[in-house]
């Protein structure tokens, strides 16, 4: 089993930026390629971006790219989201999630965490 414990999150102002961290522990934890999902209000879960285990491939969703980086570090077992040009449809609870192997990259996760709320004011 792996655990997900994300921390980050908060209220900022639009064009604003935070920095989303998603600290792992369990088995081979640091073998997991990683992504981070979102899911606001009435609306279905995003997958925002995703990292290999290696970080020699990532992953962004169009409405991200350009202002949201995926990082690791797998000394400190934990994936960052750093989150700049913050818009108020960024809004919503921000997921981490792992998958069992280390080299994928797409939707379906194997792990979980409960999330981390990012509000953006307008």
């Known amino acids: 089993q792996v655990q997900l414990v994300e921390s980050g999150g908060g209220l900022v102002q639009t064009g604003g930026s935070l920095r989303l961290s998603c600290a792992a522990s369990g088995r081979t934890v640091s073998r997991n390629a990683m992504a981070w999902f979102r899911q606001a209000p009435g609306k279905e879960r995003e997958y925002v971006a995703g990292?290999?285990?290696?970080?020699?491939?990532?992953y962004y969703a169009p409405s991200v790219k350009g202002r949201f980086t995926i990082s690791r570090d797998n000394a400190k077992n934990t994936v960052y989201l750093q989150m700049n040009s913050l818009k108020p449809e960024d809004t919503a609870v921000y997921y981490c999630a792992a998958s069992g192997y280390s080299g994928y990259i797409g939707q379906n996760m194997d792990y979980w965490g409960k999330g981390t709320l990012v509000t953006v004011s307008s």
């Open positions: 990292i290999t285990y290696s970080a020699g491939s990532t």
